[in-house]
């Protein structure tokens, strides 16, 4: 019995620290922001974070813990004004005069155990246009010689490091351009059936963990690096890839002050990518498809397979204005 007590008072007291604690990190979310480097590292997992108010609200108020309770409301209302929404049902369609384009964003995992699971993702995905991070000289020997004929059009830039880019697209690459920052970086210019587009594809380098160290500047400055460019397009505009961040970054909400995430507008559910490779959920969604106002995003959807990499492959159906 006395022991029962103690396992009854513990859970408890674990039950307002985390109270605490999550209340502590949303008010200075909002308030400092990453300026305050755990707020960074947690930003990782905000969405988890405020779940668990979710779950653990149900035994305060079956027992009365009305401070506890209290203590719950604000990570439930952020967990839902950010959330909830990806889980109404949404009807989108494409608006008259447009060409529908679908674009997969893959990162295939600097060296997967089987390249052929992410062959036959590919194949079968049939995207119009395929980003492709972590390309080394073997998956793009691979690429070349099984899909070349379904996408004749390739921008190769494998390298023996995570840095390796690559598009494939069933329309015509007249512009291809490759830089490294501290990751690998890529603007192809393709021609839609006589509308040129833009497309980015991206991996900004992840500083928020701690075998990276604590430092977002570097994630930041590739970022910046490609809106940069970006804002000295005019033609529309997609920006693809690893972002290596969630939507509660400040490098997210930088990206979209001017661009939209496709998924977060038509996708349904969390759209969790990373971790693919675990015997656990995917609890992270750092692979983003982003749009100019050229484009109407139609559906946006996360692959149950992984084909062995680490990360799932999104695929994102939009509609371009001709």
């Known amino acids: 019995m006395i022991l029962k007590q103690k396992l009854v008072k513990l859970f408890w ?23 305050f480097i755990l707020v960074a590292w947690m930003n990782n997992l905000a969405y988890l974070l405020w779940a668990g108010a979710i779950v653990l609200i149900v035994p305060c108020i079956i027992f009365r813990r009305q401070r506890l309770i209290a203590l719950m409301l604000m990570p439930i209302i952020v967990f839902s004004v950010n959330y909830l929404p990806m889980y109404l049902p949404r009807s989108t369609s494409a608006p008259p005069d447009t060409e529908q384009l679908t674009v997969l964003t893959y990162n ?6 089987d390249l052929n699971g992410i062959v036959d993702d590919i194949r079968t995905i049939d995207a119009d246009i395929v980003a492709i991070q972590e390309l080394t000289y073997t998956s793009a020997e691979l690429f070349n010689d099984e899909l070349a004929r379904q996408y004749p059009y390739l921008a190769f830039h494998p390298v023996r490091g995570f840095h390796g880019q690559g598009v494939m697209s069933k329309y015509p690459i007249t512009e291809d351009d490759f830089w490294k920052i501290y990751l690998g970086h890529q603007r192809v210019e393709i021609d839609i059936n006589g509308q040129p587009i833009v497309l980015y594809n991206v991996h900004p380098i992840h500083h928020i963990l701690p075998f990276w160290g604590f430092d977002v500047s570097r994630r930041t400055e590739e970022v910046n690096a490609f809106l940069n460019k970006a804002s000295q397009d005019t033609e529309p505009i997609i920006i693809a890839g690893d972002m290596n961040m969630t939507d509660q970054s400040a490098d997210y909400q930088r990206i979209t002050s001017t661009y939209h995430d496709s998924y977060k507008q038509v996708g349904y559910g969390m759209g969790t990518t990373f971790p693919a490779h675990l015997p656990i959920p995917s609890l992270l969604r750092i ?20 084909g062995r990499s680490d990360h799932r492959p999104l695929v994102v159906t939009l509609a371009l204005a001709q």
């Open 287 to 306: 692979d983003y498809v982003f749009h100019s106002d050229d484009f109407t995003a139609l559906t946006a959807d996360v692959l149950r397979s992984s």
């Open 13 to 35: 007291l674990l039950v307002g620290l985390y109270g605490i604690s999550i209340t502590i990190y949303t008010v200075l979310q909002l308030t400092i922001g990453e300026g």
């Open 108 to 113: 295939i995992n600097l060296a997967p155990p």
